[in-house]
């Protein structure tokens, strides 16, 4: 008898299946000061417990992109271990803040299934939900990925899910309580709030960082993300360690800093495309387009939808004339955060 | 008069001598977050105050590697600065968990030496203990390495300790309050209990990582380890820094999850062999063999002796016909886990 | 409307100007905890919580070089992203310890302004000023860096700041309630005290340690520090990365331990000069010089003024027959710290 997680194949995979992961992860500022070694992030509202408490927090949570790769991680070795690709993201929403001492746990359900017309591989669709020790939904976001099938059996009956091109904004749940009436912007690092941007504006967030293997992998098995190809350099033909798609979002994210310094909380991701593969030794640049901007009902929050580019190239380049994306762009992610009206 | 430690040589032991090691040390939640950035670790217990809470525990310890590296470390300036090789481990048992908070200090009894007939190293025998804040202790093994002479003096008279082959199993300490009566197989991340492992199976933990340098020297350094070896590439002839064993212990066992994600708490060292060096660039595999099944008192609570080989090559693979290592083979460690009966 | 910063150019000072730097931090356990997987650090007080209790400290506090790091830090997208060159610092003095759970911010005075003589540059002096989340004031130094002009307009008044040479011994503030009457010589590490160090003495601390990239990004990035050269290898034309003059400091420090163990709380930074470059793959090693010591009103506790030198090359050597730094010496550190008396 095998022992081992030899993960599922599409065959393992029926409409209606709720799937529990193992693994619940307590987290800590430990867990924060390795996020903030790995990545540049410089979010105020994350960064201090009085910055946070101004802003009618209890504390400074966990960055938001902690409970997304905490959540994320539970699922690879149920979800994604026989993967063939990370095809989207759609319907993703941050539904609490999660705090040090907090304990995280998923669950995914199979929402949709759609066999290839090769027969060698399927389209599996789960909404996955983080919770935390209280059984609070902290996280909800539905993926898609692309698995082997296990032998050549008949095709199941094809469920394709009703996806929301984007959350809709009466779907944006602001943290309780909080406010940014008195928000301090010199603490924050930047004078432009929501009315500053204005719809199809384009930012360059400047500055680049050459990625190491070592981070990349340091921050993965944070995740306790447990796909082969990240660690192990025997894996792959070219001996080439590929980066988890999530250490390029979190880069992306924290450097978008330079000019979004006050774009404070993700809660709702609306979609993303891992474009192009990330390894070690590459330069990672960033800009940011804005897609919309709302209001919601916490005093002095506002929302804005941006556009999330990570590259190894120009700012402002996206695809080719083929449309297709342009071979320098790793990430293309479609995110609503909050920010002083 | 010169300042700095120059470390001991075989001469400076004596039957009987206690050394108190310098630097105790406080360890907290950030110590946790590197180790699980270091190595793939996904144990339940050891990941979640919950699931710690749901055994029995008051919160989820530290990882009891990072015990046994932690009071380690801390011998090295005293016992293996001047070590030519580190020979072996025995009796080693776990004596109480260590939280979050609690502060280590490391002592160690001189308990055999014997000079080698070139008369120029000798081997020495110390039993460590590694102690809390209270005073308790909470790790005690025993390790022997062969260290250099200062001069040409007289050899001492030998002695060499009695040493169990392995610890029994009834001196095995099973933490206070510790039950696996409720025990959650799905939150754990595999179904297997004691009485599905068979003495003489052979697991191969399928997953390899491969160690970079500022990994290896990041988990070292946490450790106040100081051997030269491990940081200056300059020490050696070829350039290459040594890693330090312990690194490839916590490789393994954590690579190990992967068909012993079970055997939750480690509470012996019955020997262990760093079986060949390992270097930066390296791809570490690890696989198990069931050595023996056992009972304790505790409800739910089973034992099981595991021999965890890391290797460069094949699951399966220990010794040659000539009856030493394989080349391939870093480390052949004998423990004790408990698991689920 | 550009959104992003552009830092400020030799213009945008002037004297008397305030500048409250951004991003407030909190500081936890996780921190300390990569601080020591970062650097060798073994410095009992800053190890154990215990051991600082023993010395009249409510807890182990952080790393002084943590606040540091984390008060420097936050002052770089506001005084050295246009730097050419870090040139000095004076008058610094911790104040207070800081204990995990306080928030930093940090604020500047410009104290001195002077145009170099081609018109394209200047030196601007800033004093800058770490405070915790009471408001109470734990870091002061003053730091000048050469910056460049905007465009071509007049030269400002000069104003050269007249600083202190060194931080005079009755300004060095030991923090309250600090006491070394029971100060435990074997658990620090070494037995020398104040009084077993000779004024001209030099210590060569012996081990070295190879810095590798994914190591100072990881380091440069907790403190919040985004100049670009540390992170980006596009940045310079020979494809390197320069290391921040901290992270030689600390690591300098942390290789001190071995001869100058019981140096343990730094409380004055007198001045320092970043000598050399330091790139990946080198291999720091330092050596000290004790310049001075001195009594202070704390129950047994003295103080030592110490040059701390980090470099590539041998103990001892810092200036060629020309009267400049010798091509190994990356960094002349002139420091007092605390030890017994």
């Known amino acids: 008898m095998t022992k081992t997680n030899a993960g599922r194949f599409f065959e393992d995979y029926a409409v209606g299946d709720v799937i529990t992961h193992a693994v619940p992860r307590t987290v800590s500022g430990g867990e924060r000061a390795l996020y903030h070694a790995l990545y540049p992030v410089r ?81 599996v669709w789960v909404r996955t939900s983080g919770r935390n020790q209280r059984g609070e939904e902290v996280l909800s976001y539905v993926r898609w990925v692309m698995v082997r099938k296990r032998g050549e059996g008949e095709a199941p009956e094809t469920v394709i899910p009703d996806l929301a091109e984007a959350v809709a904004v009466g779907d944006l749940v602001v943290p309780q309580g909080l406010t940014f009436e008195d928000y301090d912007f010199t603490l924050a690092g930047e004078p432009h709030r929501l009315r500053d941007y204005a719809v199809g504006e384009v930012i360059d967030h400047v500055d680049g960082v050459t990625i190491e293997e070592a981070e990349h992998m340091l921050a993965t098995r944070l995740w306790q993300n447990t796909a082969k190809v990240h660690f192990d350099a025997t894996n792959r033909a070219d001996g080439k360690r590929l980066i988890y798609g999530g250490h390029v979002i979190s880069l992306a994210r924290a ?38 901007v709302a209001e919601t009902d916490a005093p002095g929050v506002g929302a804005i939808r941006l556009r999330l580019v990570a590259t190894k190239g120009t700012a402002g380049v996206l695809r080719g004339d083929d449309g297709k994306y342009h071979a320098d762009v790793l990430l293309d992610l479609d995110y609503w955060a909050l920010m002083p009206v």
């Open 43 to 123: 979010g105020a509202l994350y960064s201090s417990d009085e910055f946070a408490r101004a802003c009618g927090l209890p504390a400074s949570p966990v960055d938001d992109l902690i409970t997304f790769h905490t959540v994320f991680g539970k699922t690879v070795p149920d979800v994604s271990l026989n993967a063939v690709a990370n095809l989207g993201y759609a319907e993703g929403r941050w539904l609490r803040p999660v705090y040090a001492g907090d304990t995280l746990v998923s669950q995914s359900e199979v929402i949709g299934v759609k066999q290839n017309s090769n027969g060698k591989s399927g389209v």
């Open 255 to 292: 450097l978008s800093f330079n000019g979004l310094a006050n774009a404070q909380m993700i809660v709702a991701l609306n979609g993303g495309a891992h474009a192009n593969p990330c390894f070690a030794g590459v330069t990672v640049r960033a800009w940011s387009e804005v897609l919309d």
